[in-house]
């Protein structure tokens, strides 16, 4: 029970301190009138918790699906179809302040059709091997796609696209933050009620069945799940790395390995780091800002080795 | 046939190599590649665009160098294509990316010299070094001077605040080691993001909000605001919710250039307009 | 439909079954009826069809002709979550892929009869202890699976599959890497449970005397065909064993069973 305070309150303290912190100078008595509170502060810091919570939970799920601790959401092909839908929105002049995100967002859905797709290439039956692979297939497939047009376009500014892709949340507004907030929560269920036959894929898929579990319609919801949750996170803030692997591991060693705590401890978790990061990207270095998957990567290894070392020792 | 290639270019250009104009001054360039935009608008303003053969995909001014063939990009550039056009003499830009093609030429026997390109004062220094090498060693000197000239007049009080965007997600401004920062100053305008000591940098939202700059000033031919004008979050700043944007033609502001007087005047008028005192 | 044969838990009849691209039937024409009180060996050499046939029982593969049923209902009707109250197997091999605990594995062996969005229940906890404990294992409870030795190990997954309370066991190889004694014990667990529980079970392996010893029935396979059938007495005479396993043995009474004695490579005439 302590653990869940304890992780609440971390949430709580990270949520107040993206708020207060900042590289402008806001007096704490004008928190709740600064317009840069209200319309940059605080729809970023929801907008951090959000996607840190959706990379962490596919993750997680993705991890137990592929039973290997070392997929990340990023693995299955996701961001380079991101990627790839990013450029040719830039490219083709896509207009409107969606733009940009509906075209990543379509381009990580096309790049899940067709690793999905792929996956099913030895019958009727989703291989998480075959998945796996050949989610780094066509990242790299869709990546060298996206650095030929890049490196072939017209405009310049097409460069830019990787600083996007590699961004992190200064696109965050209101608007993103309503759009996630209402799109998250169908992926989250279909995963939470995934979550006790998840436990089950971990011993293997056969034994898995023996116990009880419907395997094939279970890996397709999952796959199908964590990858719409990732195609959201990468289509609001681009590619940002280590929330989706390291923070599951965390949430392991220190909630277990049952599904049903460890998705609630994961999406706390993974937004609570970002928020960190996000706060750490925004002030450490100002006026400049650092790209938040560096600082996500900087803040979550050594706390990923610690956790490890005491959990090895104890 | 590439190796016969090779040595009849060898035989052709085999002359000593060197980075900097060496004391025997060598014969002026006849065949000169250009790798960099502003290096190709400085040989142009040297009276040698004859002598241009080759130019990057992103050289467009003058419109004269339009009809100079394309050899690609001018970072990491491409040595057979440059070499094919059968240069004497190529300027490369100063960058990491370009120093393997440096010692490439070097060692095929092509003379080439490597400038900074991202001050005005390496607009100068440019015209100094170039126009020997091309002949047209006065007119490098009075463009210098032109430019050294402009640079140490005594600047006019700033009267407005700008922040320079050159990309929005991330946010990226100009800082001080940028050229556009110098032409803002010349102009009477402060650059908000003058403490930033690198030519560009990514910057929170929330700073250029916090900064409050008078105008948005952005690099397009276009008169259209950009597409970010918009969006809800850049709308925290007052600029942009004022809708003050100041569009800089590419042709004149897209580089350091000779013509800085020019588009130091042009911009200093534009600010009048666009933020009346 | 017949309730004469639901008295059977289980219904193989005539199945045979290629795997995709293999040059021959991995099964062929194998029946199997198991009775709940029943403890049936399959036995046979190294890829015989022993593993296979277990998937056909289950329905996790089809055959191409025959018929296999659970309770009276076609194995592949089953859905897999009624299925696992009824079967519970011990597969021959499972991953680790995240450190767990006993009780924490064993608590996996009731997914079956929870509720889809609610916890454990009390019962639920009860089960697990009860499972736990015919299985000797109680004092492992809190242990971590990586600290257990095989034999506790087996042990521990034998109870996950009594927490399902099935009504039919399935060992596959349960005993392989295990020493003398602790095999002995899977046995004679397997065996009370037999006996005490009115449970059914149909382990696989390749020790033909510890199926003697403790099966009813059994069932020898030799390359995916049925060599033999019946009480151990009947199944393992010197002929069949020698021609199913390619090695000359004796065949000796034990306990009034009959144990094999492999014998010694005969020398090459000179």
Known sequence: ?314 | MRRLLLASLLAVSCRPAADRPASAVPPPAQRIVSLAPSATELLFALGAGDHVVGRTTWCRYPPAALRVPDVGDGLNPNIEAVVARRPDLVVLYKSQLNESAAAQLHRLGIRSIVLAQDRLEDVARGARLLGPLVGQARAGDSIAAAIEGLLSAPPPPSHVRVAFVVWDNPPMVIGAGSYLDQLATLAGATNVFHDLRSASATVSLETIAARDPDAIVTLSDSTAPPPYASRPEWRAIRAVRERRFIMLPADLFGRPSPTAPTAVAALRRTLEAEVPR | MSDGEGAELLAVRGVTYRYPGAPADAVADVSLAVQPGECHAVLGPNGSGKTTLIRLALGLVHPSTGSAEIAGRPAAAWPRRELARVVGVVAQREDNLFPQRVRETVLLGRYAHLPLWGGERAEDHAAVDRALERCDALQLAGRGLWTLSGGEYQRVRVARALAQEPRLLILDEPTVSLDVRHEMELFELVRALVDTHGLAAVMITHHVNLAARFADRVLLLAGGRPAAQGAPSAVLTRETVERVFDWPVAIEPFDGRPQMIPLRQPKEPT
């Open chain 1, 1 to 314: 029970m302590s653990r869940w305070l304890g992780l609440v309150a971390l949430t709580a303290a990270a949520l107040v301190l993206a708020v207060v912190l900042g590289p402008a100078h806001v007096a704490l008595a004008d928190l709740t009138s600064s317009d840069i509170v209200r319309t940059l502060r605080v729809p970023r810091a929801l907008l951090a918790l959000l996607v840190g919570g959706s990379l962490a939970v596919a993750g997680t799920s993705l991890q137990a699906l592929v039973r290997n601790p070392l997929a990340d959401p990023f693995l299955l092909g996701l961001s380079g179809g991101a990627g790839l839908g990013a450029v040719l929105a830039l490219a083709l002049h896509v207009g409107g302040p969606w733009g940009l995100p509906v075209a990543a967002f379509a381009g990580a859905l096309g790049a899940m059709a067709l690793v999905y797709r792929l996956g099913l290439v030895g019958g009727a039956q989703l291989d998480p091997r075959i998945l796996l692979l050949a989610g780094v297939a066509v990242g790299a497939f869709a990546g060298a796609i996206t650095t030929a047009i890049v490196s072939l376009a017209e405009a310049a500014q097409l460069r830019n696209a990787f600083l996007w892709l590699w961004g992190g949340l200064s696109g965050a507004s209101w608007n993103t933050v309503f759009v996630m907030a209402a799109y998250i929560p169908v992926p989250l269920i279909v995963l939470y009620a995934a979550a006790r036959p998840l436990d089950l894929l971990a011993l293997g898929e056969e034994p898995a069945t023996h116990l009880g579990a419907d395997v094939e319609p279970l890996k397709r919801r999952v796959y199908l799940a964590a990858s719409l949750l990732t195609a959201a996170a990468v289509a609001v803030s681009g590619v940002i790395g280590f929330v989706g692997l390291i923070v599951p591991h965390i949430a392991r060693l220190v909630w277990g390995h049952r599904h049903r705590s460890l998705f609630p401890a994961a999406f706390l978790g993974g937004g609570t780091l970002l928020l960190f990061a996000d706060t750490a990207a925004r002030v450490s270095v100002a006026p400049r800002e650092l790209p938040v998957g560096i600082v996500t990567a900087l803040v979550g290894v050594p706390l990923f080795a610690a956790l490890l070392r005491r959990w090895t020792r104890g």
